[in-house]
């Protein structure tokens, strides 16, 4: 999972973050991702998976009620789910975790999400007050 610290200049925000392995020679080759909607942030912490006290992957209700409000400029923690997936890193290769705001056309926000987007400016904190990380659980 990613857990994110972001901010937009909108009304919501979609992100996708997308895990690769990357060889020396600069070639990425898509591993899994996931994707969150920031105005569906909320994480029910009972139904989420832990892997030795750590959030490994958050459980999100998606539901009308479970919508919380977006401040354009107001920093929120996203835990963003990246989907299970089994690699074996070679020697020399790095993981990078690239976060975008769109995944087209894998998926196509409905008219009024995209219009709350449109035009935004997402921007990812990384700092010892904003902790941005890529957790990785090993099976």
Known sequence: MAKLFVSTTRSDAFVTARLEDVSPSGKATP???GWQLLS???VDPKKSAY???LMIQPW???TRSSV???QPGKTYELDVEIFPTAAQ???GHT???AIQTSDEPHLTPSVPTALNQLGGSLTVYS???YPSALVIGRG
């Open 31 to 33: 591993l899994s991702n």
């Open 40 to 42: 569906l942030r909320r």
């Open 51 to 53: 892997r030795n006290g």
């Open 60 to 62: 999100h209700p998606d």
């Open 68 to 70: 919380e409000s977006v």
């Open 89 to 91: 890193i070679p020697a």
């Open 95 to 97: 993981l990078r975790l």
């Open 127 to 129: 700092s010892k007050r």
